[in-house]
C-alpha cells in the first residue's frame, strides 16, 4: 500500500505522465526546475534506460542535488543559449487557463525562467490545488519578485506606485535572522496585486521588470502544456491555445 498522501499522490501522477508524454527521444539537453513536484519527475527520468548521456540543467540548489542524488549528469545553464535545451519540467504556485502562472513559492524564480527560456518547450506538473481561474485568486501570498538587496527598499516603493495591495519581505523564517537570500544572493518582495486577469498578466510583469533593481519577477507566461494531479490519482491536462 502507498503510504504518500493524496497531495503527493497527485505530484506524483502529475509528474510521472508528463515525463512520459513528453520526454523528448534522442534529446541531449533536459532542464530542471524547483520544488516538491519536480522531484516526481526527476525520480521518473531516473527510471528510464536512454538518459545515460542527457545533460541535465538544474534551476538552483535544490535541483542541482535532485540531479546528482538520480543518478543524473549535472550540467549548467552558462554554456545554453534559446532553443539549446529540448525541453524543461517544472513545477508551479498557480496556474490559470491561459497557461500564466505564478513560480518562485521556494525562491527559485530567476534560474526557474532563465533555465525555462532556453527550452523548446516547457512542460507545468502541479497539483489540483495550484489550477485557478486568475493568477493571485488562489496564491494569495503574492507574486514573488527577486530584488537586488541595494534596491529592494526602492522597488518597494516602486511596487506600490504600480498598484500592490501588499509587499511583504520574504523573510528567513526561524532558520535565518533577517531576509531570505535567494541562491543568486538577492532578496524576494512577495507582491500582491489581487487577482490578476489572464490579459492583463504581460503587461505587469513587463511593468516590475522595468523597475531598476528587479533581476526577475515569479509570472511565467512561456508554458506550453501543464498536467495536474488530482486527488483521485486522476491527471488534467491543459494545453496552450486551448480553452479549458
Ligand atoms: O521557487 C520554486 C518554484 O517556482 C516551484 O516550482 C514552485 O514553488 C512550485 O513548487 P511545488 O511543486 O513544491 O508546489
Known amino acids: 500500500m502507498s503510504t504518500l498522501s493524496s497531495l503527493e ?63 543524473l549528469r549535472l550540467g549548467c545553464i552558462e554554456e545554453y543559449g534559446v532553443g539549446d535545451l529540448d525541453i524543461t519540467f517544472d513545477g508551479a504556485d498557480e496556474v490559470d487557463p491561459s497557461l500564466n502562472c505564478i513560480k518562485g513559492g521556494g525562491g527559485c524564480l530567476f534560474q526557474e525562467k532563465l533555465v525555462a527560456s532556453c527550452a523548446k518547450k516547457f512542460v507545468l506538473v502541479a497539483d489540483y490545488t495550484k489550477q485557478s481561474t486568475a493568477l493571485g485568486f488562489k496564491w494569495i501570498q503574492g507574486i514573488p519578485i527577486e530584488v537586488s538587496p541595494l534596491a529592494a527598499k526602492k522597488v518597494e516603493s516602486d511596487l506600490f506606485r504600480l498598484g500592490a495591495k ?30 490578476v486577469e489572464a490579459k492583463d498578466v504581460d503587461a505587469l510583469d513587463k511593468a516590475i521588470k522595468l523597475l531598476v533593481g528587479v533581476i526577475e519577477t515569479g509570472l511565467f507566461n512561456i508554458a506550453d502544456i501543464a498536467y495536474f494531479g488530482g486527488s483521485d490519482g486522476s491527471v488534467t491536462v491543459w494545453n496552450r491555445g486551448t480553452p479549458q
Request: positive net charge; glycine residues 12%; hydrophobic residues 35%.
Open 166 to 195: 501588499s509587499v511583504t519581505w520574504r523573510s528567513g523564517g526561524k532558520s535565518k535572522a533577517g531576509p531570505a537570500v535567494t541562491d543568486n544572493g538577492n532578496f524576494i518582495l512577495d507582491t500582491y496585486f489581487g487577482p
Open 9 to 71: 499522490e497527485a505530484k506524483k501522477s502529475a509528474a510521472y505522465r508528463a515525463v512520459d508524454e513528453h520526454f523528448p527521444k534522442n534529446s541531449k539537453v533536459v532542464g530542471i526546475g524547483s520544488g516538491s513536484t519536480v522531484i516526481y519527475a526527476v525520480e521518473r527520468i531516473g527510471q528510464r534506460d536512454d538518459v545515460k548521456d542527457v545533460i541535465f540543467v538544474p534551476t538552483g540548489f535544490q535541483s542541482k542535488q535532485l540531479i546528482i542524488e538520480n543518478g
